[in-house]
C-alpha cells in the first residue's frame, strides 16, 4: 500500500473494462463496439471543427447537442443532461441521486461498473438475483414490507445477458418507487429494446440514460446523455459543475449533433446488427449452444459440453476476442459481439472447428 493514498483508494476495486488487444488480423468480438464505422455526417462535422476554433473551451453546457437530442427524443431541452460517455452521466448519477439512506438495489448479475461506483462513492447496496433464466423480475424491485430499496439502478436490455424487460413492467418498477430514484441503463436499447422515455413525462422519480458508443458508432468519442424530470437534471448539472464543466470538447459536440442528425444512416446500421444477430444466434444453436434471448448487440451463449473459459482461449489462438467473465452464475458463458456477417462467420467456422476437436 502506497502511503500517500487516500484511505478510500485503498479499499476501491476499480472496474476493468474489455481488452484492446494489439494482434494482426484481429477479430474483435469482446467489446460491444459497433463493427460500423460512424455516420459520414459526423466524420464530416468532426473535420470541420479541427480548426483555430479548439484554442477556445467548447460550449460548457452542450446547447446546440442538447438541443437537437430534445427534438429527436420529444423531450424538453432542459430534460437532457450529456456527458464524457453515459459512463461519467452514470457516475454523476451514483452521486447526485443513488446514495440514499437505504440500500441501492440492482441486479446480481449486471454491468460490473455498479459496484465500482458503489466503492467510489460509499454508497450501501443489496443485489437482487435474477432469475433462474436470466430475467429481470419486476416484482422483485417493489416495496416488501420493511424491506424497500433507497434507489434502483438497472440495465434494459441488462448486460451481460442481453435479457430485455418490456415497458410494462419497467413502469410497474417506477410507479411502484414512487419516492425512490429509478435510473434506467440503456446502453443497448437501440438494437431491439422498448426505451423508458415515453415514461419520463408521467414520473418524476425516472432517469433514462443512454449512448452514443454502440449504435451510433462513437465509442471512441465518448458521449454519452441522461433524460428525465428537470429536478433529476439539476442534480446532475450540479455535481457535474463541481466535478468539470467542460466534458463534451468541440469535436465531441460537433461529431454527436451530427450523428443525431443523420437518422438515415443510423436505422441502417441498426437494422443490419440486428440482422446479423439472429443470424448468429441461429447458426450458435445448431453447434448446439444455449443462447439467451437478445436486444443487444452482443449474445450471452453458453455450449452444455465445453467450458466457456476453454472455449475462450481457443478462440483467442484463433485471433478471435470474444468476453468471458469468472463470475458465479455466469462463468460457462461467452458474450460475443455481434459484428458483421464476415466477422461472426469466421467466429461460427472457429468454434465449429473447436467442438469437433
Known amino acids: 500500500m502506497n502511503p500517500y493514498w487516500s484511505p478510500i483508494v485503498h479499499d476501491l476495486v476499480p472496474y476493468v473494462p474489455g481488452e484492446q488487444p494489439k494482434l494482426e488480423q484481429l477479430v474483435k468480438l469482446n467489446t460491444n463496439e459497433n463493427p460500423y464505422g460512424p455516420s459520414p455526417r459526423a466524420l464530416e462535422a468532426m473535420r470541420a471543427a479541427t480548426g483555430d476554433s479548439l484554442r477556445l473551451y467548447p ?49 446480481d448479475i449486471t454491468y ?59 413502469e410497474r418498477i417506477v410507479a411502484g418507487n414512487p419516492e425512490v430514484p429509478v435510473v434506467i441503463d440503456e446502453a443497448y436499447v437501440d438494437f431491439g429494446g ?7 413525462d408521467r414520473y418524476p422519480n425516472l432517469l433514462v440514460v443512454q449512448t452514443f458508443s454502440k449504435s451510433r458508432s462513437l465509442a471512441g468519442l465518448r458521449v454519452g446523455f441522461a433524460v428525465g424530470h ?30 443525431v442528425q443523420d437518422g438515415a444512416y443510423f436505422l441502417d446500421c441498426r437494422r443490419k446488427i440486428m440482422s446479423t444477430r439472429e ?51 455466469i462463468d460457462q458463458f461467452l458474450r460475443i459481439t455481434v459484428g458483421t456477417d464476415e466477422q461472426c462467420g469466421l467466429l461460427v467456422a472457429a468454434l465449429t472447428e473447436i467442438l469437433q476437436g
Not at 443489496?126 to 438497472?154: K, M
Open 112 to 170: 460490473s461498473f455498479y459496484p465500482v461506483y458503489c466503492g467510489l462513492y460509499g454508497i450501501q447496496s443489496r443485489t437482487v438475483p435474477l432469475a433462474a433464466d436470466f430475467s429481470l423480475r419486476a416484482e422483485d424491485y417493489l416495496p416488501q414490507g420493511e424491506l424497500r430499496a433507497g434507489a434502483i439502478i438497472f440495465p434494459n436490455p441488462n448486460a451481460p445477458t442481453g435479457c430485455l424487460l418490456g415497458l410494462d413492467d419497467l
Open 279 to 329: 443470424t448468429l444466434v441461429a447458426q450458435l444453436g445448431s453447434l448446439g449452444f444455449e443462447v439467451l434471448p437478445s436486444a443487444a448487440n452482443f449474445i450471452f451463449a453458453r455450449h452444455p459440453a465445453h467450458d466457456g473459459a476453454a472455449l475462450s482461449r481457443a478462440l483467442r489462438t484463433r485471433t478471435i476476442i470474444v468476453r468471458h467473465f469468472a463470475k458465479p452464475r
Open 59 to 107: 460550449d460548457p453546457n452542450s446547447e446546440a447537442l442538447k438541443t437537437a437530442l430534445a427534438g429527436h427524443l420529444r423531450v424538453r431541452p432542459e430534460q437532457v443532461f450529456v456527458g464524457n460517455g453515459s459512463d461519467e452521466v452514470l457516475a454523476h448519477a451514483f452521486l447526485g441521486l443513488l446514495k440514499q439512506a437505504r440500500p441501492l438495489w440492482f441486479p
Open 230 to 259: 428537470p429536478g433529476l437534471i439539476e442534480a446532475l448539472e450540479r455535481v457535474k459543475n463541481s466535478f468539470n464543466s467542460y466534458p463534451l470538447d468541440r469535436l465531441a459536440q460537433a461529431g454527436a449533433l451530427a450523428s
Open 194 to 200: 422498448e426505451s423508458a422515455l415515453p415514461l419520463v
